[in-house]
C-alpha cells in the first residue's frame, strides 16, 4: 500500500454530490501510520469536499475506515473523538474569544482543566511561542498567520491521531507559510499522521511522503514526490 506500514486511515468508493453536482467520485485513497500525504490539484477538484467527506461534514457514499473500523456517516463529534481532526480552510477559529479560549474549546473532549489538558496546552504553545504572548488576545485581531498557527493548536489541543489541514498556506505570506509547514512537520517527523491539502504543491512535496493528485472530482495521479524534479514535470501530472 506505502511501504510505511499499516494503513490508519483509508477510503473506498468514496463518492459525494452537492445538488446535481458530483464533487468526488469513487475515491481510493490510504494514509499508513505516521505517513504524511499531500493532495494537491486546481481549485474545484474536490480536494477540500475529500476531507469534509472523511470527517463526515458531507454527505457521501462508500466507507471511510480508520485503524481498520468504518467510520460513522455524517457525525463529525465521532470522527473527532476516534482521533481525526481537520483544520478547515478559512481557519474557522472563533474571532470575538480569545486565544486561550479557542484553545480550550479544541480540547472540549477531555474538558478544559487537568494535567492532560496541561500538557497538551503547553505542548502547543511550546511549538508556537506567539500564541503564549497573545493568550488573551482576542483571535479575529491577530494577523493571518497567527490565527493559522490557532488554528493548527486548537486542532492539536484534540490529541489528533491523524490531522487533516486544508490550505494551511491560504493568504499567507511565504515566510509565515515556511514556518507553519515547517511544524507541521516536526510533527509528523514525531509520529503524526497528516493529510495536508495545498495550493502550493512544491511546498506540500518536501514535506509528503506520497502525494495524490485530484481533478474533477477524482484520482488522477499517485505521486513518489522524490521522483519530481522540476515544475515541468509536476505539471504533466496536472494536465495528465
Do not use: W
Not at 12 to 22: I, P, T
Not at 25 to 33: F, P, Y
Not at 93 to 104: C, D, H, K, T
Not at 155 to 171: C, I, R, Y
Amino acid at each position: 500500500m506505502t511501504g510505511r506500514g499499516e494503513a490508519i486511515l483509508e477510503t473506498q468508493a468514496l463518492c459525494a454530490r452537492y445538488g446535481e453536482v458530483e464533487a468526488l467520485r469513487n475515491i481510493d485513497v490510504a494514509v499508513a501510520e505516521g505517513e504524511l500525504v499531500a493532495v494537491l490539484g486546481p481549485n474545484g477538484a474536490g480536494k477540500s469536499t475529500l476531507l469534509r467527506s472523511i470527517i463526515g461534514l458531507v454527505n457521501a457514499s462508500g466507507i471511510v475506515r480508520f485503524r481498520g473500523h468504518a467510520l460513522p456517516p455524517r457525525n463529525p463529534v465521532a470522527v473527532a473523538r476516534n482521533g481525526i481532526v481537520l483544520v478547515p480552510e478559512g481557519r474557522g477559529i472563533f474571532g470575538p474569544m480569545s486565544v486561550a479560549e479557542n484553545l480550550q474549546l479544541g480540547a472540549y473532549v477531555i474538558g478544559g482543566r487537568g494535567s492532560e489538558f496541561e500538557r497538551r496546552h503547553e505542548r502547543v504553545l511550546a511549538l508556537f511561542p506567539r500564541l503564549k504572548e497573545r493568550l488573551a488576545q482576542t483571535a479575529g485581531s491577530m494577523s493571518g498567520g497567527e490565527q493559522q498557527m490557532l488554528a493548527v493548536g486548537r486542532a492539536l489541543m484534540a490529541d489528533p491521531q491523524l490531522l487533516l489541514l486544508d490550505e494551511p498556506s491560504l493568504g499567507l505570506a511565504p515566510r509565515v507559510t515556511a514556518e507553519i509547514l515547517e511544524t507541521l512537520g516536526r510533527l509528523n517527523r514525531e509520529g503524526l499522521s497528516v493529510v495536508l491539502v495545498e495550493q502550493k504543491a512544491p511546498l506540500a512535496l518536501k514535506l509528503a511522503h506520497r502525494a495524490y493528485v485530484m481533478a474533477n472530482g477524482r484520482i488522477t495521479a499517485a505521486v513518489d514526490p522524490r521522483k519530481i524534479k522540476s515544475h515541468d514535470e509536476l505539471a504533466q501530472y496536472y494536465l495528465g
